[in-house]
């Protein structure tokens, strides 16, 4: 069974960076796409980012392209999401998504492997 497992998420002030890691367990995603995704409350999953397991092609939201980057370790099995300039409307859980194949995925329906998540808190 594969589980994703994130890490990295706390409270940190605007202005400030974060790292957020995400390990999947049971097997290693070398051909599909693993992507970050984040939720409020009351709110749908919003895409945040997304990259080609294999490396190279990322895609990215709108509201953090140029803060955030979404990396793959491939030896590590890995996929990394660095914050910077954070910013009050951040905060959400963030979850780390992955699937089979390779799209440009932006909805969650699309991906089939979830973690539980990870808090990330921004004070205004």
């Known amino acids: 069974q594969v589980q994703l497992v994130e890490s990295g998420g706390g409270l940190v002030q605007a202005g400030g960076s974060l790292r957020l890691s995400c390990a999947p367990s049971?097997?290693?995603?070398?051909?599909?796409?693993m992507a970050w995704f984040r939720q409020v409350p009351w709110t749908e999953r919003e895409f945040v980012a997304s990259?080609?397991?294999?490396?190279?092609?990322?895609n990215y939201a709108d509201s953090v392209r140029g803060r955030f980057t979404i990396a793959r370790d491939a030896a590590k099995n890995t996929v990394s999401l660095q914050m910077k300039s954070l910013k009050p409307e951040d905060t959400a859980v963030y979850y780390c998504?992955?699937?089979?194949?390779?799209?440009?995925?932006?909805?969650?329906?699309?991906?089939?492997?979830w973690g539980q998540g990870t808090q990330v808190t921004v004070p205004s």
């Open positions: 990259i080609r397991a294999s490396g190279g092609t990322t």
């Open positions: 049971g097997r290693t995603f070398s051909t599909g796409t």
């Open positions: 998504a992955a699937v089979d194949y390779y799209m440009f995925g932006y909805m969650a329906s699309q991906y089939d492997y």
